[in-house]
T-cell receptor, first 110, second 112 residues
Framework: DGGITQSPKYLFRKEGQNVTLSCEQN?????MYWYRQDPGQGLRLIYY???????QKGDIAEGYSVSREKKESFPLTVTSAQKNPTAFYLC?????????FGEGSRLTVL | EDQVTQSPEALRLQEGESSSLNCSYT??????LFWYRQDPGKGPEFLFT???AGEEKEKERLKATLTKKESFLHITAPKPEDSATYLC?????????????FGRGTSLIVHP
């Protein structure tokens, strides 16, 4: 079945450590997105990529980094510069219309 | 600036009690309006796309409608399994980047 796979589903890290969240899709979609979701807030865009080897900052890119070396993959690194990294992270892809989301990764910084 | 406001923030219904969720938007030309359902701890699941005022779409107990300023998600005779957060998003026509603006969602709880 086609879809988007995020891993890990749960991740615990100590302060000051970088962590990388994986996002893989087999939908053959060109565009991919990373969102952050906090309680009581809407989805906030971190980074997006419309084609391979190209990506742009979203509204809250500070403290995050991404790469897009393959069409299928769009990993997100949460760096130690991110002040409040504990959140639910969602990856999505798009063909021509709606976004397709993964199941999310919940990051908790201890 | 594009804005999406969803109301109410939270809604509690008894099973079978029909109601509507509202999504008001301000956008410089609408390319599409999207409704998603999100269960706790899961990613949003796509429900509907609406493109122009007057358009309606239905799926089981859900019906989405669109005017020039807002969209409604009508829930007819809801069941407990309809409990979820419903998200609305708009995609403006302007600009080359496809970046939808999301509302904060309406949390729906349906009691048996």
């Amino acid at each position: 079945d086609g879809g988007i796979t995020q891993s890990p589903k749960y991740l615990f890290r100590k302060e000051g450590q970088n962590v990388t969240l994986s996002c893989e899709q087999n939908l053959n979609h060109d565009a991919m997105y990373w969102y952050r979701q906090d309680p009581g807030q809407g989805l906030r865009l971190i980074y997006y990529s419309q084609i391979v080897n190209d990506f742009q900052k979203g509204d809250i890119a500070e403290g995050y980094s991404v790469s897009r070396e393959k069409k299928e993959s769009f990993p997100l690194t949460v760096t130690s510069a991110q002040k409040n990294p504990t959140a639910f992270y969602l990856c999505a892809s798009r063909n021509t219309g709606e976004l397709f989301f993964g199941e999310g990764s919940r990051l908790t910084v201890l | 600036e594009d804005q999406v406001t969803q109301s109410p923030e939270a809604l509690r219904l008894q099973e079978g009690e029909s109601s509507s969720l509202n999504c008001s938007y301000t956008v410089s030309g609408l390319r599409g309006l999207f409704w998603y359902r999100q269960d706790p701890g899961k990613g949003p699941e796509f429900l509907f796309t609406l493109y122009s005022a007057g358009e309606e779409k239905e799926k089981e107990r859900l019906k989405a409608t669109l005017t020039k300023k807002e969209s409604f998600l009508h829930i007819t005779a809801p069941k407990p399994e309809d409990s979820a957060t419903y998200l609305c998003a708009v995609q403006p026509q302007s600009g080359g980047s496809y970046i939808p603006t999301f509302g904060r969602g309406t949390s729906l709880i349906v009691h048996p």
